[in-house]
Structures are given as C-alpha cells and as structure tokens.
C-alpha cells in the first residue's frame, strides 16, 4: 500500500497535540491502538485521519478502554511493529498495568502522554499527576514544554526506545492544555528527512519471524523474575542516556535545535534556582529573567529527561547554587514533593549544604503565574543569604484559604 | 539455564522455541527439532498426573481420534500409526481414552503406579451389546 507525502510550511501553526500527530504519521507507525480521552484526543484522532486520507500506511485499532489500548500496542509492539498511542489521566491511570507489561517485555512503544489531573474531583486541566503515577513503570520518560518540543521528542522517542542496546518504551509529555490545545509556530521536518531520522524499524525477537519462533510475556517467579527486573534496571540506568544524549546531538545536527537532559537556564552564575518541569519551565525562565535585572542571580533547571532520573547530571548542574526550590505539580499526599525528595538525595549525596525548599503548585490547571514565581525567587535569595531554608520545606503556592505549609 | 545470573538472560524475559532457525519445522517430527531449553518440550511435565492412560495395540483400528483430540499434542502417531503416548507432557486428562471407539477401548485410564504387563494382561473383553 503506497502513501501519499505531506508538503509542509517551514513553520507552521501547530497545538501540541496536532504536533504529536504529524510526528506519528512522519514516522510511518504501523500500528496504533487507543482509546479517546481529553486532552490527548487530538494526537490518535490526527493519526487515525493522516491514515484514512492515505498519509500513512497503518492500522488504527479502536479498543474499548486504554487498558486495552496499550495491551493492543503491546501485541503489536512483540509482533514486530513501529506501534504508538496517546493518553491521558484516567485513562493513563487504567493503562498503568499494561504499562509495566510492556517495559517488562522491552517493547519500544511511544507513548504521548498529554498531562492531566486525577480524580477525585474529576478535571480535565493540566497538572503532572499523570506523569507522577508512571514513574516507577520502567518507562522512558522525556517532558515537551512546547509544541515545537512535542513534535522533536516524538522523534527522539523513537529512535532511543527502539535502538537494540534499549529496546524500553517512551513517554513523551506535554502539559494538558496549556501545551496541547496553545497553538504555536513549530519549525517542521519534511517527511523525508523526519524519516530519515527516525529510520527504517527493525525488528528484534518479533513474533512475525516464523523461522525463530518465540514467546513473549513468560512467568516467573522467585527463581527468574528478581534477574529480569535487575536487567530492567540495569539497562535504565546505564545504557539510556548515553543513547538519549547522542540522538540529542543528532537531533541537533539535524534541526539546530539543542536538547539536554537536564535544560539549565541562566544556570552559570546563578546563586538561586528553580528546578520544575513542563510548561512552568518557560514562564520560570521568564521570571528568572526579570528578576537578574533586580540583581537576584536567578536560574531555571527544567527536566527533560524525567526517568531515568538524571541524578549525576542534576549533581553537576546544582553545583554552587546556593538555594534551591523543587516545584512539584502533582500532590504528593502525605510526603514531600518527588522532586523535592530526588534533589534531597542528589545534594546529600554531594554533600551539598545548599537549601532545598519544596512546592506544590498548579493542582488542576492552576496558573502558575509570574507574581508566584517573583515571590519565590525573593524566598530563595533570602534562603540563600542566610545559607538556610527560612521558610516551612513543603509550602503550597496559589491556593485558596490560610497559607498551606508543612514539615 | 535455571542458574543464570540478570546478564545472562534474553531481554524482556522472551523464551526461543528452537537453536537455531527452525525453518521446515511442520514436516519435522518432535524429537528431531532442534528444541530450546526453554521450550517446554524439552520440560517434564509428568508429575502433574495422577492418572495414566495405557495403551494396547491389539485393539487399536488406528482411527487417530486420540491424536486429534489430545490436548496437549502427547499421542505419539507416525504414518497414521498409533504409537503410543508421550508420558513426558500427557497430564493424564483421560480425554483419548473417552473418544476411543474401539470395543474394548485400546486406551485406558490406571493409577499412576500400575504396572503396564499386568495391566495389559487384565485388559478387560469385548462387551457384548444387550440384545
């Protein structure tokens, strides 16, 4: 079945989700099975319509629920197919059994998810409790703060999840929303060249090679399971970045477009500095901008790469800060913050004195807005000038009723 | 291979049928394909059994009822000729000696424990239709 190649403007006026969708169909993905759910909608309602106009050559498979979704990518994935999908919240949330699954069986499936709060109460904003529940599932997890960012990481997704030395699936985030449904300029790759990038698929231990005959999704108990797990592991922290870092430098060369596993901004001299993720990254960077002219020596760190954690390359980029604030979108429920606790180990494992303070923002779609961050920077300076945390280790920003702090 | 250390294994816990390619594999019989360890041809499963079924060839028309209708692929049949049954992986179901058609049955059901010569022996006669 032949296909027909799509011209696109240089730049062209793109949400995050439609950006996810051109990448899925310029990277010819053979299968994708998925289930709708808001924000993601977009992403496989765009792939099921390049495919029915004959922009890609695939299958669309309409399941009934995201549970299914992944476990319909799962047995596409172990046949020997290039095999995406999208989700979000509820539906992630469903899908969390299969997710293990399919990094258990090291099938590369992308998945985009576009973030979104969990219920109780129902929402259908953007915050990062979705991203938060997927992160001990053995996937790879890469966060977009833009449309431009969505539609590259695609792209790398691919190529890492699918390289023979991984073979681990990937998430691509995006903030629900506030990058989904934000229409911006994204620079785009011709077909031929988004291709070429991602390259030909090529199968490893697929069910579809009838002359080595193999099963996938074995038991194993005590005597097998812990050695798997421990390869799982193993191969997560020692054999990912290497690989995300060098399709970052192909990416580059490529695009001109740079990516890092850790994004530092304005980080070379900075005294103070906000470590956060998603599209918080940009209005921070904005912030820190401002708040360099009022002489405060402002820095951002946003995260790219979100698992595997990149404790070292945290380390290095926290090297001489003098107070950090870890801002986490999702509520930790009786704990602190998850960035909050992975700093903590970087800096005492460094034996760092810097002060680390957490916060919880941005719950449901919140704004997170330039005055909270403006206020946060003048905290950290005042942390960093008495070389402690002056305020409570866990404060909630931009909620309602009598100041929230903890610990 | 039940001793390999978290290095040695095939990622994703993803088991091989057969060494090798194993490309004329529907005209080769059983204990000539080249079998992984992993394959659970090359397991025993014979402890899973409380009853056996035993086989006697005298009453055996060759029909291969069993053959099609064991489960577990354990009656072991070659140029349509009834052999006998593969005690390694038959679970003792009974289901070849329920679709025998023969009078008396050429496959019957004993304790794990009974002796084969004797039970051959005692195999029970024809039994006659009530007029």
Redesign the interface.
């Known amino acids: 079945m032949a296909f027909d190649k799509m011209e696109l403007r240089d730049i062209e006026v793109w949400d995050g989700n439609f950006a996810a969708a051109q990448a899925m169909r310029q990277a010819q993905i053979d299968v994708v099975a998925a289930y709708p759910i808001t924000p993601s909608t977009p992403i496989v309602e765009g792939y099921a319509k390049f495919l029915a106009d004959g922009y890609v050559e695939g299958e669309f498979v309409m399941v009934e629920s995201e549970h299914a979704a992944m476990s319909g990518c799962i047995g596409a994935a172990a046949a020997g197919g290039r095999v995406a999908t999208a989700t979000s919240s509820q539906g992630f949330a469903l899908m969390v059994e299969t997710l293990y699954q399919s990094s258990g069986m090291r099938l590369p499936i992308v998945l985009n998810v576009v973030n979104r709060a969990l219920a109780a109460p129902l929402n259908v904003n953007g915050d990062h409790s979705d991203m938060y529940l997927g992160r001990d599932s053995g996937w790879i997890q890469l966060d977009a703060y833009s449309p431009q960012e969505a539609y590259d990481l695609n792209f790398i997704a691919f190529r890492v999840s699918e390289d023979h030395d991984v073979r681990l699936p990937c998430m691509v985030h995006q903030d629900g929303f506030m990058t989904s449904h934000t229409a911006q300029g994204v620079k785009t790759l011709t077909d031929d060249v988004a291709y070429g990038f991602v390259g030909e698929y090529k199968p490893m231990n697929d069910m579809l090679d009838l002359d080595h005959p193999v099963t996938h999704g074995v038991q194993t108990e005590e005597d097998w399971h812990f050695e798997h797990k421990a390869r799982q592991h193993n191969d997560l922290m020692t054999k990912v970045m290497p690989k995300i870092q060098e399709v970052f430098d192909d990416f580059e060369k490529l695009s001109g477009r740079k990516y890092n596993i850790v994004e530092g901004y304005d980080m070379d001299d900075a005294d103070v500095a906000v470590v956060c993720m998603g599209t918080s990254v940009e209005t921070a960077r904005e912030v820190a901008g401002e708040m360099r002219e009022k002489g405060i020596k402002a820095g951002v760190i946003g995260i790219r790469v979100f698992r595997p954690f990149p404790f070292m390359e945290m380390a290095e980029a926290l090297k001489g800060i003098k107070a950090i604030a870890a801002l986490d979108r999702s509520s930790p429920n009786g704990a602190p913050g998850m960035l909050f606790n992975e700093l903590s180990g970087v800096l005492f494992s460094q034996k760092s004195d810097a002060a680390l303070s957490g916060y919880v923002y941005g719950l449901g779609g919140r704004d997170l807005t330039k005055a909270h961050l403006v206020d946060l920077y003048n905290e950290l300076q005042a942390n960093a000038d008495a070389g402690k945390v002056l305020t409570p280790l866990q404060q909630f920003i931009g909620v309602r009723g009598p100041k929230l702090s903890f610990l | 291979m ?1 001793n ?4 040695e ?10 060494d090798g ?3 004329d ?1 529907a005209t080769t019989h059983q204990e000539d394909r080249n079998y992984s360890s ?1 394959n659970s041809f090359t397991a025993s499963v014979a402890d899973w059994r409380i009853e056996k079924p035993l086989f006697n060839k005298d009453y055996c028309i060759d029909c291969q009822f069993c053959w099609i209708y064991c489960p577990d692929m354990s009656i072991i049949s070659r140029d349509k000729k009834m052999i006998g049954v593969d005690m390694d992986h038959c679970k003792g179901c009974g289901i070849c000696v329920e679709v025998c058609p023969t009078n008396p049955k050429s496959l019957l059901m004993f304790a794990e424990q009974q002796n084969e010569e004797e039970a051959l022996a005692a195999w029970p006669e024809k039994e006659e239709k009530e007029k």
Do not use: D, K, P
Request: aromatic share 16%; charged share 15%.
């Open positions: 039940e390999n250390g978290w290095n294994f095939e990622i994703g816990a993803m088991l091989r049928s057969f390619a194993a490309t594999i992993s």
